[in-house]
């Protein structure tokens, strides 16, 4: 990229900051400064309004550009990425919306807290969605490290961490200042433009392969290095009993994680009733479903446009395909067009980037203020007290997510956030099932359940390849791996719904049917809902 060139991304860049600064600023000079409206925004969207917002905080940094640079490296392996995330879809609309948005007030803790002991439950559920957040938010840190890196040309290490610092700043200010209301409206922005960026890129595409798919796919092929390799399974999974066992990890996690990522479930919240929870569901799966189904065709795309290659030389991990693929469709990184369209892109995904890590910072420190502070100071604390320490919250988790997305910069975007979802479905799908569905759980259940889930998923990540013991490692210097798969999901899943049995086949408290009876009741009805 030119000095110009640079210069165009960055005026964009600073248009987007500027209109969601604006946003912000007008939302929290009409905001009554209570709980309800920080957390949901007053519980006042509309179905299509929060069905954007929902899409636009799951299209995130991990789907824009680390799964399609994972089809330019990978092929076919890297468009299962694809499939787990959109699949996931069903299960948050079979089994949790209009349940959670009938039991619940602003976090997952709410509803497991219904029916049982509020405090144990309540720290542990918010212990576990803060982890859940903080991993995710890591991801999104690491793709606005690559974005920024490949503007500078590569050589702008300074700037790639003034970056993630000033991305950590500004979800900071998004959250203090703007709470959901703002989060939500720059959430809506962020997932129109990023459905016009993908499909004008789709159709510019399509339009080189006069339409037809299949020539899109053998030229991917061809340019691959692999051949016919790159259009079947194998190529990133298939090199051993570890790898496809790490790939049924990794589907698991995909499939069942969607379901226990607090800032997906605290969206629920925002709207007034458990019909339009389930309707903005609707909403969220038609713009998603199309939205994968075009990061398939970018991925393939950039793999017969621009190459494997150059993908790789631009970033190790693939997270710079689709904005290399901007510039090529434009006509070169060196022509005006490819300029101008690549700055577009980038400028879609830095605000991807600041969209989600928004939402995500929210639902965080709400876990904090919410669950944490007011299980231990619960006589003490009062709604604008705990808003408050939202706030604060919000600038120590912004802090850890700084620190540890500098840490974690040469790893795919995707895959870090597959992490995420295997902590989030271990850890917090089981207690929410087993709070909706259970008749017989207990207060001893639901805190096993979370730990057992997430302590043994964050430790085998420890002692994965993904910290130690490879080039490609956090600390390529070190090696403390013991654990042989990438995905934790396919052990820490199992062993999330096993602690939650255990924890209430052993404990000596009975199960308060009248509040199960109560739960029941109020999740299929919405009867005495907030």
Same mark, same amino acid.
Not at 214 to 241: E, I, N, V
Not at 306 to 334: I, K
Not at 356 to 368: E, M, P, R
Not at 369 to 390: C, G
């Given at each position: 990229?030119?000095?110009?060139?640079?210069?165009?991304?960055?005026?964009?860049?600073?248009?987007?900051?500027?209109?969601?600064?604006?946003?912000?600023?007008?939302?929290?000079?009409?905001?009554?400064?209570?709980?309800?409206?920080f957390?949901?925004?007053?519980?006042?969207?509309?179905?299509?309004?929060?069905?954007?917002?929902?899409?636009?905080?799951?299209?995130?940094?991990?789907?824009?550009?680390?799964?399609?640079?994972?089809?330019?490296?990978?092929?076919?392996?890297?468009?299962?990425?694809?499939?787990?995330?959109?699949?996931?879809?069903?299960?948050?609309?079979?089994?949790?919306?209009?349940?959670?948005?009938?039991?619940?007030?602003?976090?997952?803790?709410?509803?497991?807290?219904?029916?049982?002991?509020?405090?144990?439950?309540?720290?542990?559920?918010?212990?576990?969605?803060?982890?859940?957040?903080?991993?995710?938010?890591?991801?999104?840190?690491?793709?606005?490290?690559?974005?920024?890196?490949?503007?500078l040309?590569?050589?702008?290490?300074v700037?790639?961490?003034?970056?993630?610092?000033?991305v950590?700043?500004?979800?900071?200010?998004?959250?203090?200042?703007?709470?959901?209301?703002?989060?939500?409206?720059?959430?809506?922005?962020?997932?129109?433009?990023?459905?016009?960026?993908?499909?004008t890129?789709?159709?510019?595409?399509?339009?080189?392969?006069?339409?037809?798919?299949?020539?899109?796919?053998?030229?991917?092929?061809?340019?691959?290095?692999?051949?016919?390799?790159?259009?079947?399974?194998?190529?990133?999974?298939?090199?051993?009993?570890?790898?496809?066992?790490?790939?049924?990890?990794?589907?698991?996690?995909?499939?069942?994680?969607?379901a226990?990522?607090?800032?997906?479930?605290?969206?629920?919240?925002?709207?007034?009733?458990?019909?339009?929870?389930?309707?903005?569901?609707?909403?969220?799966?038609?713009?998603?479903?199309?939205?994968?189904l075009?990061?398939?065709?970018?991925?393939?795309g950039?793999?017969?446009?621009?190459?494997?290659?150059?993908?790789? $030389?631009?970033? #190790? +991990?693939? /997270?710079?395909? @689709?904005? %290399?693929?901007?510039? !090529?469709?434009? &006509?070169?990184?060196?022509?005006?067009?490819?300029?101008?369209?690549?700055?577009?892109?980038?400028?879609?995904?830095?605000a991807?980037?600041?969209?989600?890590?928004?939402g995500?910072?929210?639902?965080?420190?709400?876990?904090?203020?919410?669950?944490?502070?007011?299980?231990?100071?619960?006589?003490?604390?009062?709604?604008?007290?705990?808003?408050?320490?939202?706030?604060?919250?919000?600038?120590?988790?912004?802090?850890?997510?700084?620190?540890?997305?500098?840490?974690?910069?040469d790893?795919?975007?995707?895959?870090?956030?597959?992490?995420?979802? $295997?902590?989030? #479905? +271990?850890? /917090?799908?089981? @207690?929410? %099932?087993?709070?909706? !569905?259970?008749? &017989?759980?207990t207060?001893?259940?639901?805190?096993?359940?979370?730990y057992?889930?997430?302590?043994?998923?964050?430790?085998?990540v420890l002692?994965s390849?993904?910290?130690?013991?490879?080039?490609?490692?956090?600390?390529?210097?070190?090696?403390?791996?013991?654990?042989?798969?990438?995905?934790?999901?396919?052990?820490?899943?199992?062993?999330?719904?096993?602690?939650?049995?255990?924890?209430?086949?052993?404990?000596?408290?009975?199960?308060?049917?009248?509040?199960h009876a109560?739960?029941?009741?109020r999740?299929?009805?919405?009867?005495?809902?907030?």
């Amino acid at each position: 990229m030119t000095t110009e060139h640079q210069t165009l991304a960055l005026i964009l860049f600073s248009l987007f900051i500027a209109v969601t600064l604006g946003i912000t600023t007008w939302v929290s000079r009409n905001r009554r400064g209570s709980a309800e409206e920080f957390y949901a925004g007053g519980r006042l969207f509309s179905p299509m309004e929060n069905g954007f917002a929902i899409a636009g905080d799951y299209m995130s940094a991990a789907s824009f550009l680390g799964i399609s640079g994972l089809i330019a490296l990978f092929g076919y392996d890297g468009l299962l990425y694809s499939v787990g995330f959109l699949v996931a879809w069903l299960v948050v609309l079979f089994l949790v919306a209009e349940l959670v948005r009938n039991c619940g007030r602003f976090t997952l803790a709410d509803v497991v807290a219904a029916r049982m002991s509020e405090r144990p439950v309540r720290i542990a559920a918010g212990t576990s969605s803060v982890v859940v957040s903080v991993l995710y938010l890591i991801a999104q840190m690491v793709g606005a490290g690559s974005l920024v890196g490949l503007l500078l040309g590569n050589s702008g290490a300074v700037a790639r961490t003034l970056t993630v610092v000033g991305v950590g700043a500004l979800m900071v200010v998004y959250v203090s200042f703007g709470g959901m209301r703002a989060t939500t409206w720059i959430q809506i922005v962020k997932a129109v433009l990023l459905m016009g960026g993908a499909i004008t890129l789709t159709v510019l595409v399509l339009l080189r392969f006069h339409g037809n798919l299949d020539q899109l796919l053998t030229s991917a092929a061809d340019r691959s290095g692999h051949g016919r390799a790159f259009l079947g399974p194998g190529l990133k999974y298939g090199g051993g009993w570890t790898a496809r066992i790490d790939f049924m990890s990794l589907g698991l996690a995909l499939v069942l994680g969607t379901a226990g990522l607090p800032h997906i479930l605290s969206r629920f919240y925002t709207v007034p009733t458990a019909r339009s929870a389930r309707r903005s569901v609707v909403w969220a799966i038609a713009l998603i479903g199309g939205f994968y189904l075009m990061t398939i065709v970018l991925g393939f795309g950039a793999a017969a446009l621009v190459g494997p290659d150059e993908v790789r $030389a631009s970033n #190790a +991990s693939g /997270n710079t395909a @689709v904005p %290399l693929l901007a510039a !090529f469709l434009g &006509g070169g990184a060196d022509t005006t067009g490819g300029a101008v369209l690549f700055a577009f892109v980038a400028a879609i995904a830095f605000a991807t980037i600041l969209a989600v890590v928004a939402g995500i910072t929210l639902a965080s420190s709400a876990s904090v203020a919410h669950d944490l502070y007011a299980s231990l100071k619960r006589r003490h604390a009062r709604q604008r007290s705990e808003v408050a320490v939202a706030r604060g919250a919000a600038v120590g988790i912004g802090a850890v997510a700084i620190a540890l997305g500098l840490l974690a910069q040469d790893l795919n975007v995707a895959f870090l956030v597959g992490l995420a979802f $295997a902590v989030a #479905a +271990s850890a /917090n799908l089981p @207690v929410l %099932l087993y709070s909706l !569905f259970w008749r &017989g759980f207990t207060t001893r259940g639901a805190v096993w359940s979370v730990y057992g889930g997430l302590i043994p998923s964050v430790l085998l990540v420890l002692v994965s390849p993904v910290v130690s013991g490879s080039a490609e490692s956090l600390f390529p210097g070190a090696d403390f791996q013991y654990f042989p798969l990438q995905n934790p999901g396919i052990v820490s899943i199992p062993l999330g719904f096993l602690a939650g049995w255990l924890g209430t086949v052993t404990s000596g408290e009975e199960a308060d049917e009248a509040k199960h009876a109560e739960t029941e009741v109020r999740s299929l009805t919405g009867a005495g809902a907030v």
